[in-house]
């Protein structure tokens, strides 16, 4: 079955299956309390991440590292291509005054010149500081006066003037450039007469442990902190994913590997996901938004072999599967798919993992027909080539990553946060275990503490907040970062998270709650949109939901409604009310009765990043969701008359 039995094929490499070795520490009771993970890429002892374009130019030219998006089509850019344009806009940097250590930041959607900037500006021997596009001015006022950015690249003439109005009242604001306005362009020109010998001179005076970004959390309360990663963070990180990964990968596929990324450029995961690929000449473009109606026709244009993305995505495509199912009357066969999709997901994995038969005949063959139907479709709404994904940001519900499993893509989750540069752990390839995030890293421990806090440690692990030592030294500790996640580790190290220990609720009956179950859940099933579980000093726990557009546009079509259908009426009707609670039922499976949500509203509008409800990393901001529907969560609560 395609990519089930080359796993199977590829397991059987020794070479290939038991090269991550791993140590477990247990307590006094027998239970793991800490597991780590020898190393596959040793530590680098020179150079940095400037080199990876001019080592690739050197030892393969005519290599195609990126794809870059020109009038439709996918455009190759060979490894000597992009180090010509790296060493170029590197040049105008350096005549624009850039000092070696100096800060540029770069507020933009993800693009092609995103790629360049970043390479452009290490190779000039500065820092770079990721805003996100969406940031609002007294957001960047911040990052740029926090970060002491001298220089600022931004995608629009809009974010520019975010840029000028937030740093207005700065002693010596910062110079701007925006990339629509030919950003490149003027700074190749500024810098036409600086000898590209003062490149190199730069870039081979960095070293491992020079700063190579200020990367600032989105954070879901309070101000964003800077945190300093180094050149040697982000090898190591992205020559151990290579390293544990893209062999199997390839003798999984027998394809060239190729990846569309569209996570944020300002987020750690999509930083780090773009060095591996150029460090391991993978096939890179780019797509600015992850909204599904704009991201589908580029990846059916682009026809990626994996992605890297966050659940919404992988819930957006199953969702979209559902809905086209239902406009041609087969919602019912679609819904049948899926349950017959998780049985043999889960039972293919079973007899691969050596701890089941496998599929019977009976299962097979509903398989069979259901990958004629459905799954087939699935595959071609990711371009038809894709054959693996890796998923973070927040745990992927275990039954939609099984249904994917017999869709023939497998789903690795994985499991980290700026400050551990990315991935701390992940699922390993010829391991899957669905409702973990896998184990270490090579060259990562994971600790679980005496509060179930996760701890981690590894040259992954940054070494500061920028200008905070006092938040530094409060997550610091010989070498182990306190994550503020708490999680559990089973008898084979694999990691599982249960929640956010500043999230926690716990009732007035003294119950322990953790949201994220519940609200992951939640999301996982349409018609749900965004969620947020409360129930802190209250009786019992309830939740405000959010409807999904697109979902809602579907439905009010399927019944032949008014598209313009009032909310309140919507959330009134008893039809709606039933699907809903049908998410609630699924997500109340996961926890026992004093933990279920007992009560909901379904509220009008949504969570986005333009409102202030999401991070640009799509987590919800619980306080300030929680202010601005104080209200409805008020009602919950009243006595029943």
Same mark, same amino acid.
């Given at each position: 079955?395609?990519?089930?039995?080359?796993?199977?094929?590829?397991?059987?490499?020794?070479?290939?299956?038991?090269?991550?070795?791993?140590?477990?520490?247990?307590?006094?009771?027998?239970?793991?309390?800490?597991?780590?993970?020898?190393?596959?890429?040793?530590?680098?002892?020179?150079?940095?991440?400037?080199?990876?374009?001019?080592?690739?130019?050197?030892?393969?030219?005519?290599?195609?590292?990126?794809?870059?998006?020109?009038?439709?089509?996918?455009?190759?850019?060979?490894?000597?291509?992009?180090?010509?344009?790296?060493?170029?806009?590197?040049?105008?940097?350096?005549?624009?005054?850039?000092?070696?250590?100096?800060?540029?930041?770069?507020?933009?959607?993800?693009?092609?010149?995103?790629?360049?900037?970043?390479?452009?500006?290490?190779?000039?021997?500065?820092?770079?500081?990721?805003?996100?596009?969406?940031?609002?001015?007294?957001?960047?006022?911040?990052?740029?006066?926090?970060?002491?950015?001298?220089?600022?690249?931004?995608?629009?003439?809009?974010?520019?003037?975010?840029?000028?109005?937030?740093?207005?009242?700065?002693?010596?604001?910062?110079?701007?450039?925006?990339?629509?306005?030919?950003?490149?362009?003027?700074?190749?020109?500024?810098?036409?007469?600086?000898?590209?010998?003062?490149?190199?001179?730069?870039?081979?005076?960095?070293?491992?442990?020079?700063?190579?970004?200020?990367?600032?959390?989105?954070?879901?309360?309070?101000?964003?902190?800077?945190?300093?990663?180094?050149?040697?963070?982000?090898?190591?990180?992205?020559?151990?994913?290579?390293?544990?990964?893209?062999?199997?990968?390839?003798?999984?596929?027998?394809?060239?590997?190729?990846?569309?990324?569209?996570?944020?450029?300002?987020?750690?995961?999509?930083?780090?996901?773009?060095?591996?690929?150029?460090?391991?000449?993978?096939?890179?473009?780019?797509?600015?938004?992850?909204?599904?109606?704009?991201?589908?026709?580029?990846?059916?244009?682009?026809?990626?072999?994996?992605?890297?993305?966050?659940?919404?995505?992988?819930?957006?495509?199953?969702?979209?599967?559902?809905?086209?199912?239902?406009?041609?009357?087969?919602?019912?066969?679609?819904?049948?798919?899926?349950?017959?999709?998780?049985?043999?997901?889960?039972?293919?994995?079973?007899?691969?993992?050596?701890?089941?038969?496998?599929?019977?005949?009976?299962?097979?063959?509903?398989?069979?027909?259901?990958?004629?139907?459905?799954?087939?479709?699935?595959?071609?709404?990711?371009?038809? *080539?894709? /054959?693996?994904?890796?998923?973070? %940001?927040?745990? &992927?519900?275990?039954?939609? @990553?099984?249904? !994917?499993? $017999? =869709?023939?893509?497998?789903?690795?989750?994985?499991?980290?946060?700026?400050?551990?540069?990315?991935?701390?752990?992940?699922?390993?390839?010829?391991?899957?275990?669905?409702?973990?995030?896998?184990?270490?890293?090579?060259?990562?421990?994971?600790?679980?503490?005496?509060?179930?806090?996760?701890?981690?440690?590894?040259?992954?692990?940054?070494?500061?907040?920028?200008?905070?030592?006092?938040?530094?030294?409060?997550?610091?500790?010989?070498?182990?970062?306190?994550?503020?996640?708490?999680?559990?580790?089973?008898?084979?190290?694999?990691?599982?998270?249960?929640?956010?220990?500043?999230?926690?609720?716990?009732?007035?009956?003294?119950?322990?709650?953790?949201?994220?179950?519940?609200?992951? *859940?939640? /999301?996982?099933?349409?018609?749900? %949109?965004?969620? &947020?579980?409360?129930?802190? @000093?209250?009786? !019992?726990? $309830? =939740?405000?939901?959010?409807?999904?557009?697109?979902?809602?546009?579907?439905?009010?079509?399927?019944?032949?409604?008014?598209?313009?259908?009032?909310?309140?009426?919507?959330?009134?009707?008893?039809?709606?009310?039933?699907?809903?609670?049908?998410?609630?039922?699924?997500?109340?499976?996961?926890?026992?009765?004093?933990?279920?949500?007992?009560?909901?509203?379904?509220?009008?509008?949504?969570?986005?990043?333009?409102?202030?409800?999401?991070?640009?990393?799509?987590?919800?901001?619980?306080?300030?969701?929680?202010?601005?529907?104080?209200?409805?969560?008020?009602?919950?609560?009243?006595?029943?008359?």
């Amino acid at each position: 079955m395609g990519v089930h039995k080359d796993l199977k094929r590829a397991k059987q490499r020794t070479d290939l299956a038991a090269r991550t070795k791993l140590e477990t520490v247990r307590d006094e009771y027998g239970v793991v309390r800490e597991v780590r993970a020898a190393p596959l890429a040793p530590r680098a002892a020179t150079g940095s991440t400037a080199d990876i374009p001019f080592t690739n130019a050197m030892e393969a030219p005519d290599a195609v590292v990126l794809r870059r998006e020109q009038r439709g089509t996918w455009q190759p850019v060979p490894a000597a291509v992009f180090a010509r344009e790296v060493t170029a806009v590197a040049k105008g940097l350096i005549a624009a005054g850039l000092e070696p250590g100096g800060r540029v930041a770069v507020m933009s959607r993800t693009r092609y010149e995103w790629t360049v900037l970043d390479f452009a500006i290490w190779a000039a021997g500065g820092q770079t500081v990721p805003i996100y596009a969406t940031s609002s001015a007294d957001q960047v006022d911040w990052i740029v006066r926090d970060s002491g950015a001298r220089y600022v690249v931004t995608e629009t003439a809009e974010n520019s003037a975010s840029v000028t109005t937030g740093t207005a009242g700065h002693p010596e604001p910062p110079r701007v450039w925006h990339l629509d306005g030919g950003a490149l362009s003027d700074l190749t020109a500024l810098g036409q007469d600086v000898p590209d010998e003062e490149v190199t001179k730069r870039r081979t005076a960095l070293t491992p442990d020079t700063i190579a970004t200020v990367c600032y959390t989105s954070g879901t309360t309070g101000r964003p902190k800077g945190c300093v990663l180094t050149h040697a963070n982000l090898h190591a990180e992205a020559a151990n994913a290579v390293e544990l990964l893209h062999p199997l990968f390839e003798e999984v596929t027998g394809q060239t590997a190729s990846t569309l990324l569209f996570l944020p450029l300002a987020h750690i995961l999509g930083r780090t996901l773009q060095i591996a690929c150029l460090m391991a000449r993978i096939e890179i473009g780019h797509c600015p938004s992850i909204k599904p109606d704009e991201l589908r026709p580029a990846l059916k244009a682009f026809r990626p072999t994996f992605l890297v993305g966050v659940p919404y995505l992988f819930e957006k495509i199953h969702d979209t599967g559902r809905a086209t199912a239902e406009k041609i009357g087969r919602g019912t066969s679609f819904d049948r798919a899926r349950r017959i999709g998780v049985r043999f997901g889960e039972a293919y994995l079973n007899r691969f993992l050596g701890r089941g038969k496998g599929p019977g005949p009976g299962l097979y063959a509903a398989w069979a027909l259901y990958d004629l139907l459905v799954y087939r479709r699935v595959r071609m709404e990711l371009g038809g *080539r894709m /054959r693996y994904a890796i998923s973070g %940001g927040s745990p &992927l519900d275990r039954d939609l @990553n099984l249904f !994917f499993y $017999a =869709a023939g893509i497998i789903v690795y989750e994985g499991y980290g946060l700026t400050e551990t540069t990315a991935a701390a752990t992940i699922v390993p390839p010829l391991a899957p275990r669905p409702g973990t995030v896998g184990l270490p890293v090579p060259g990562t421990a994971v600790r679980i503490a005496d509060d179930g806090e996760v701890l981690i440690k590894g040259g992954i692990v940054f070494g500061s907040y920028w200008n905070d030592p006092a938040a530094t030294d409060a997550v610091l500790t010989d070498g182990w970062f306190a994550t503020g996640d708490l999680g559990s580790l089973d008898e084979d190290g694999y990691l599982t998270i249960t929640g956010r220990k500043k999230d926690i609720i716990v009732t007035s009956g003294g119950k322990n709650v953790s949201p994220a179950v519940l609200e992951d *859940r939640l /999301r996982s099933r349409p018609p749900i %949109g965004q969620c &947020l579980v409360v129930g802190d @000093n209250r009786p !019992f726990v $309830a =939740a405000l939901i959010t409807l999904d557009p697109e979902a809602v546009a579907h439905w009010l079509a399927v019944r032949k409604l008014p598209a313009d259908t009032p909310m309140s009426q919507i959330a009134r009707d008893p039809r709606m009310r039933a699907d809903v609670q049908k998410a609630v039922d699924y997500a109340n499976q996961a926890v026992s009765r004093a933990e279920s949500i007992r009560a909901i509203t379904i509220v009008d509008g949504e969570f986005t990043e333009e409102n202030g409800l999401l991070t640009p990393s799509l987590k919800v901001k619980r306080r300030e969701a929680m202010a601005v529907y104080a209200e409805q969560i008020e009602e919950l609560y009243a006595p029943r008359r």
